[in-house]
């Protein structure tokens, strides 16, 4: 899952929420080598011709495009949400790739969280609601992490009001 629940003593207990990144960095170059290696395979016939500088610099092209769309779309999903329970305070940070981060903060006993099946952007749509404001929370996760993801924020939202 592309969030982890951390409840350490020294720190409040957290949620930190990701991007699911389904091309880690290993596959990144071995796709990048392996563009470049099939890429290169129809000009070994041309080796010694002039015609193989005239489609080489295409295949670079093509090997460079490649990079930079897997690169871009690396730095694009460099989100990060993270959830805390500050005293009676629930304080939610969404940190996006580009701006300032967004905070949203209310009172744990008046928070509530809510999940959209129909009607939000995306079906399963999550959102935590209360001081006046309602928040998205892990747009970015999948159908089934957002409805594992909901069944949890219940929970702990009840354990930290019990423990309160």
Do not use: Q
């Not at 960095?25 to 563009?35: C, E, K, N, S």
């Not at 193989?52 to 295949?59: Q, T, V």
């Not at 300032?100 to 999940?115: D, F, G, H, K, S």
């Amino acid at each position: 899952m592309p969030y982890t629940w951390s409840d350490d003593s020294k720190t409040a207990p957290l949620l930190r929420l990701w991007p699911h990144r389904s091309l880690p960095r290993r596959g990144f170059a071995a796709m990048i080598l392996l563009a470049f290696t099939l890429g290169t395979i129809p000009l070994y016939g041309l080796i010694g011709t002039v015609a193989l500088w005239g489609i080489l610099p295409f295949i670079l092209i093509m090997v460079g495009a490649l990079w930079w769309g897997l690169e871009r779309s690396y730095r694009d999903a460099d989100i990060l949400e993270e959830l805390s329970l500050r005293g009676d305070m629930l304080h939610l940070t969404h940190s996006p790739v580009r701006g300032a981060p967004l905070e949203w903060e209310c009172n744990v006993y008046w928070t509530r969280v809510e999940m959209h099946v129909h009607g939000g952007p995306a079906p399963y749509y999550l959102t935590l609601a209360g001081n006046g404001r309602t928040v998205e929370i892990g747009s970015f996760l999948s159908e089934d992490e957002r409805k594992s993801l909901y069944d949890e924020l219940i929970r702990n939202l009840d354990a930290w009001r019990s423990s309160k």
